[in-house]
């Protein structure tokens, strides 16, 4: 923004401060107001930037709480800010001063207090013009600042004094890593002499610490660099009044703003920045400032003489942290300065709740004995339970031996075909290279005929030791088509010698259920050789087994119907039932351990006829999500 620019908004600030203040203030009419109430004191605060711009608005906020709370006397506080300050440019301050001379000729007030240094240097300067015998108290002013040339004996001095190095050795006792230090500051003429007193001050650090300085950008790109700082980064948050680009700011808000976005902790030495967005550290107290401020405006008001009103220069207080702020950045609190106070500390769950967890704890004691019980019970079904399933286990691998020695001929034949292809190629091959010139190319073939005939006799002991083989009751995630398949697969060829039609239909997509590959295939196998000896019993001309899965909604099922005559009516609500069998040579025993296999599985199986004949019989299972 260029002067020309800001100045005609500087000018406008003041007509609209003017044009307030007119219509606030009362007129003159002290004899009046003494009358009604006493001995009235004027007090008039000078603001440097602004009634609502932190850091000083704490300051003078606290100085009229207890300026009103400790005098004796009823109090008139009147405010006005000077506003100039915040532009990087700043306009003439002539329409101010005419503005504060016609509004208090005639009524001067008891006391003028300044607020920062920008006010106190403007009161300096025009107090012969305005208040040339009233006293004048320049409070809340770093001693930097204070132009001690034009002091008199009609002034009270409140100076405080900011250690820089005191805060930045703060930063590297807490963060010893920390490499660079971005500055945040702002661009006017006030801000621009802190920027050189900083680098002053700090020249004992220079081998240690990197200062960047962000008091040439503007706000909006310090907060794009603040979202992307290097690691081992701190931000030192100094002030923001008005930025580089001419912008002018509220102080708290473009410091919330700055911390919603940086990725590095944020240290300041301004009290009023603390409780939220700062680490913490040394800081002024601006209770300790307001307590000297407010003692100098009542001694004064009593009739005690300036020039005998001293302070000696405030420095930082006892350091304070905020523990939200140390939690977040990963600061050990064993870090800390001795003496060090942390605020915001958030209860543990014991203090926030005290009086119900006792509560919840006697009613624990109470019930205790009853859930010890209770678990002592659980433990002994669990007990029962496992032994259940191992017992399980053992009959159904009794069974499963049944059900293999029947598949002993589709068995052999599945391994007499590829041993036999074997023996015959290998024979070839040998008098292949017996010859004068053996054909390689054809002698490759045989070799690979061979290695797949191999894998094909492979492949069906695999099968049959996952069937044979003694495992405990094991649930694991399993695909239900490949599953089944290999299980159709090991009674192909009985299928094929007792010239049945075998056929599987699976559905197109995967269905995932949990349980025990080798217990579901025994299911299967027993399903489907039932199935084969119904219809090879009737002698039907159809013969016909047909397996398939389906996904019914949450859960898969799995089909096998055969054509056989089906089942008597009066048998299916016991076909399932422990040693009920209709073949002459039955146990009994196959289709009760299907059904508490399936059952261990979480599932259910069903039995029925079909309208054209045959029994269907439908495992359904839960489908994993």
């Not at 690691?231 to 919603?260: C, K, N, Q, Y």
């Not at 106070?341 to 006697?362: D, H, S």
């Not at 004995?369 to 678990?375: C, K, P, Q, W, Y």
């Not at 090879?536 to 016909?544: C, F, I, Q």
Request: aromatic fraction near 8%; charge should be neutral; glycine fraction near 6%.
């Amino acid at each position: 923004m260029s002067t020309d620019s800001v100045r005609p908004w500087s000018a406008a600030l003041f007509c609209l401060g003017l044009f307030l203040a007119m219509c606030a203030w009362p007129e003159p009419a002290g004899a009046v107001e003494r009358s009604l109430r006493g001995e009235l004191k004027r007090v008039l605060v000078l603001h440097s930037f602004g009634r609502e711009f932190r850091p000083w608005s704490e300051y003078a906020r606290s100085i009229k709480a207890e300026l009103e709370r400790q005098s004796p006397w009823p109090l008139d506080i009147q405010e006005h800010a000077l506003l100039t300050a915040r532009f990087n440019n700043p306009g003439p301050e002539a329409p101010f001063v005419e503005y504060l001379q016609s509004l208090y000729q005639g009524a001067l007030p008891d006391v003028v207090l300044t607020i920062g240094a920008p006010a106190s240097r403007f009161a300096q300067r025009y107090r012969a013009k305005l208040f040339p015998d009233t006293p004048l108290i320049l409070g809340v002013v770093e001693g930097r600042l204070i132009n001690r040339a034009d002091l008199t004996d009609n002034d009270v001095v409140v100076a405080i004094h900011n250690d820089f190095l005191v805060a930045f050795n703060n930063i590297l006792q807490l963060l010893p890593d920390t490499k660079t230090v971005a500055v945040v500051i702002g661009a006017s003429p006030l801000e621009r002499f802190w920027v050189e007193e900083v680098k002053r001050e700090l020249k004992p650090l220079g081998d240690r610490l990197q200062l960047v300085w962000y008091s040439d950008l503007s706000f909006e790109e310090i907060l794009k660099r603040a979202a992307t700082l290097p690691p081992h980064t701190v931000l030192f948050w100094g002030l923001m009044s008005v930025d580089a680009a001419g912008i002018v700011h509220e102080s708290d808000i473009a410091l919330r703003s700055l911390h919603a976005v940086a990725n590095a902790p944020i240290f300041s030495y301004q009290d009023p920045f603390f409780g939220g967005n700062t680490v913490g550290g040394p800081m002024h107290s601006v209770a300790e400032t307001t307590a000297r401020t407010v003692s100098a405006v009542i001694r004064i008001l009593g009739g005690a003489k300036p020039a005998s009103v001293h302070y000696e220069t405030i420095g930082f207080a006892t350091p304070r942290y905020d523990w939200r702020e140390l939690q977040r950045w990963g600061i050990s609190e064993s870090r800390l300065p001795p003496g060090s106070e942390i605020l915001f500390r958030e209860p543990n769950i014991w203090e926030r709740y005290r009086w119900q967890m006792l509560l919840m704890t006697a009613v624990f004691l109470v019930q205790a004995g009853l859930i010890s019980g209770l678990l002592h019970e659980r433990h002994r079904r669990r007990l029962a339970e496992v032994e259940s399933r191992q017992r399980l286990a053992e009959l159904a691998h009794v069974n499963r031996y049944s059900a293999v020695g029947e598949l002993t001929t589709s068995i052999a034949h599945e391994l007499n075909q590829p041993l036999g292809s074997i023996l015959t190629n290998a024979e070839t091959a040998e008098l292949m290279l017996k010859g004068v010139s053996p054909d390689m190319d054809e002698i490759r073939q045989i070799l690979a005929d061979i290695r797949r005939d191999d894998q094909r006799a492979s492949e069906v002991i695999r099968r049959l030791r996952s069937v044979l083989k003694k495992t405990p009751f094991e649930v694991r995630a399993i695909e239900l088509n490949d599953t089944v398949r290999e299980a159709i697969d090991l009674v192909t060829g009985i299928a094929d010698g007792r010239r049945i039609a075998l056929t599987y239909q699976p559905v197109l997509a995967d269905l995932h259920v949990k349980g025990d590959p080798v217990q579901l295939q025994q299911v299967v196998l027993n399903l489907i050789i039932n199935a084969m000896d119904a219809v090879s019993d009737a002698d039907m001309k159809k013969r016909e087994v047909n397996v398939s899965t389906v996904r019914a909604g949450n859960q898969a099922e799995i089909r096998i119907s055969d054509t056989g005559p089906g089942i008597a009516s009066a048998d299916l609500g016991s076909i399932f039932n422990p040693f009920f069998t209709t073949k002459p040579q039955g146990m009994g025993m196959g289709l009760a351990i299907a059904r508490t296999i399936i059952e261990a599985h979480h599932g259910i199986i069903t039995a029925e006829n079909q309208p054209w004949g045959g029994a269907l019989f439908t495992i359904r299972l839960p489908i994993i999500r």
